[in-house]
């Protein structure tokens, strides 16, 4: 028994790093575009998952339903989007793509819903940076001589924003995983 669970639990992280180390030529992903996140989950029927994006210029959101059907709704101005309040959206059966303009207030709020037709929907989304649009130089998010620890501020807060998810999800896994083995053994 426990050399099974070990084999599915093997599996489960092979197929996870297979998924992560496939190159994104394969997706039709410009070379241009920056990969910044990968982010995985799962969502409940009629439920809703929320993100922040603090990244600023053009960002694409790339959302793969890998099982059920996940929706994706972007506002920049809430940060709990619906199918009711949002600005971009993109709620196809399968690959979802919403192209985040660099105009749009930081924060951006990301809304991941899980449609009501599958009881729990599986996705991947990867955030991408596309530095092929240039910046406006009259742009109020353009660069100023003595900017470079304003940014680095900024860059620091997005990636503790980020671990701080991921530092919740890996949580909730390893609580998973201890009730599993605990009803096993």
């Known amino acids: ?33 920056v990969l910044l996140h990968v982010v995985q989950g799962h969502i409940g029927a009629g439920n809703y998952s929320y993100l922040r994006l603090n990244h600023d210029g053009r960002i694409i959101l790339h959302m793969q ?35 985040v303009p660099g105009d749009f207030a930081r924060p951006v709020g990301i809304g991941i819903y899980g449609h009501p037709s599958h009881k729990e929907s599986e996705f991947e989304m990867r955030v991408f940076y596309d530095q092929t649009v240039p910046l406006d130089p009259f742009d109020k998010g353009s660069y100023t001589p003595g900017d470079e620890h304003k940014q680095k501020k900024s860059t620091q807060e997005a990636e503790e924003d980020f671990e701080e998810e991921e530092s919740i999800l890996w949580t909730i896994l390893i609580g998973l995983l201890k009730i599993i083995l605990e009803i096993l053994f």
């Open 1 to 33: 028994m426990m050399l099974s669970c070990s084999a599915l639990l093997v599996a489960l992280l092979l197929s996870q790093v297979r998924g992560f180390l496939n190159s994104s030529e394969e997706d039709g992903i410009p070379e241009e575009w």
């Open 65 to 99: 339903s890998l099982k059920g059907d996940a929706d994706l709704y972007v506002s920049d101005k809430t940060l709990r989007p619906s199918f009711d309040t949002y600005k971009l959206q993109s709620v196809t059966c399968g690959q979802d793509v919403v192209v």
